[in-house]
């Protein structure tokens, strides 16, 4: 494939991105809001479920409110096959998803010694983003080298 198909390619999928954040917000922060919301690449803004900020901060504990980022990104990883995603962002927040897809052997003690897996299947991204609309966000990536920092 030539350099100019590749790049173009590149640019679609970028701009098929928009709706990624600019900049992810803590929960601690989201808690605080009457009106959550975060800035899109696109230069939009995108509104948080409140229903959605307060079951995060029941599940979560405190003391991680301000390590738990918002959006949590899933990332459709076309180099890794068919229905293949990956999690971008920290062990907290692969922990979560892991534990919200029903790992109930799994206690945020544990979070330290866990060996995070942050490959996901499409049904496993389908559940998350049913029970999660507002505060997960699909983007899509050839390969995690060719991405220039959504957030």
């Known amino acids: 494939m ?3 198909i590749e790049r173009m390619i590149e640019n679609e999928i970028d701009a098929s991105n928009d709706h990624l954040p600019a900049k992810k ?24 479920l409140k229903h959605e900020i307060e079951l995060l901060a029941e599940e979560i504990p405190t003391k991680h409110h301000d390590e738990f980022i918002l959006p949590i990104v899933i990332l459709r990883r076309m180099d890794l096959g ?8 920290s062990k907290i927040e692969l922990f979560f998803i892991h534990k919200t897809l029903g790992q109930d052997s799994l206690h945020w003690d544990d979070l330290v010694s866990w060996r995070s897996i942050d490959r996901l299947a499409r ?7 049913r029970k999660l ?14 991405m220039d920092e959504p957030f």
């Open 123 to 129: 049904p496993q991204v389908q559940l998350i983003r």
């Open 2 to 4: 030539s350099r100019f």
């Open 82 to 89: 068919t229905g293949i995603f990956t999690v971008a962002g």
């Open 25 to 48: 917000v803590p929960l601690s922060q989201l808690i605080q809001s009457s009106s959550p919301s975060f800035d899109t690449r696109g230069g939009e803004t995108s509104l948080f």
């Open 133 to 146: 609309p507002s505060t997960t966000s699909l983007g899509f990536t050839t390969s995690i080298e060719h």
